[in-house]
């Protein structure tokens, strides 16, 4: 595998402003329809829209989807659990940076 | 090469039953697994973990590395003997990532390799993951950085190893700490021709002297005099983009907050705001003169702040 260099790379940010439709989310995290339908179902990802046709999550999903990956791969955690397990690390999240500025 | 001790890497004796050994590895496993665990050796521990458990778990490599490991302790040099047989090891339900199993586990049972041929065996690439740490000025002002990364690279025997990759980066402007960079094929290498996998940059602050960012917003504590709180002034302030001039209003009081529009983590879409907390400092009194002073206002501007305590 060859690097150029001299080139920067750009890369894009996992943000709340930038968007994807339900097929380029599937592509991007290698994850099934089915999977994904399974955590829209369960609320680990909330698109906008009606429809699965209409569907659009902003690029954060990408990196939650990612993690229920790895947790149900590597710990066999099933999809509510994951869904928690989720919840519970943006809380400690929240409580670290609460600490860290007082 | 290192010695590694499985036993204690798991937290079991040496004579655990099979229950006991899977039972230590589901617990340790969820310990530090690094989605959960953020600490910076995490990831290493739970590599280390998983390949415990690939031995411990099969009575045959087991009773193999028990044969070694009653003389020997965790990180002395060690080499297997030279009638040692690594290649007739199997491997079922492996427990391995992309980038494998240890010299130590390799000299002892081989490499894991797919139950497919070489030739045959075509997968994409895994993602990697890294963490970049910035400065403030670095996120507000976006900036160009340089990462070098351990990536596995195999040589003409087919042994892999972890050679340093130095990747050139464009850090956007108004990055906040824990967002994510993707950078789509710079991860580690395809199986087979097929396409490596993606490359995820998570951006960490280093602590800035002055400043504290919580998402967008930068945070600063400015001390001020008490006559400043009461009577209002024009005072200087540092932000990331240079020293500004703020208003602080007539009778502003300790805690009270203000903001400077645009002077946090703004991207194109979207503003971020510098928060600027008033810490109202009172001098003290060492001369008769100073206390005088203090005694006069006390005279003049007589309120009692605690008639909510009811005393």
Redesign the interface.
Known sequence: ?S?N???????????E?TYCSFGELCR?C?ASAEQIHEMVAEGIISPEGRTPAEWRFT?VS??RV??VV??HQ??HINLPGCAL?LEL?DEL?SLR?LL??S | MEYKDYYQILGVARDASPDAIKQAY?KV??KF?P??NKEKDAEAR?KDIGEAYEVLKDPEKRSAYDRFGANWQAGEQFRPPPDWDAGSYEFHGSTAGAQGFSDFFEALFGQARAQSTRQEFRM?GE?QQAAISISLEDAYRGT?QTLTLN?PEMDEQGHVSMRP??????I?KG??A???????G?GL?GHGGAA?GD???EIHFIPHPLF?A?KRTI?LQLPITPWEAALGASLTVPTLDGKVQLKIPPNSQNGSKLRLRGKGLS?E??QGDQIVTLQVVLPEAHTEEQRALYRSMAEKMAFNPRTDLGV
């Open positions: 595998m690097h260099s001299n080139a920067y790379l750009q890369g894009i940010v996992l943000d402003e991007l290698g690029l990408l990196h990612q993690t790895r947790l590597d710990l397990v690390l999240d940076s860290a500025r | 589901r496993a969820r697994h989605d959960v739970f994409q993602d160009r990536r990759q130095q990747l050139n980066l464009v956007p990055i906040m824990g967002q994510r960079i993707r950078l789509e710079q290498p490596p490359l995820y940059l504290k919580e945070h991207t879409k979207t």
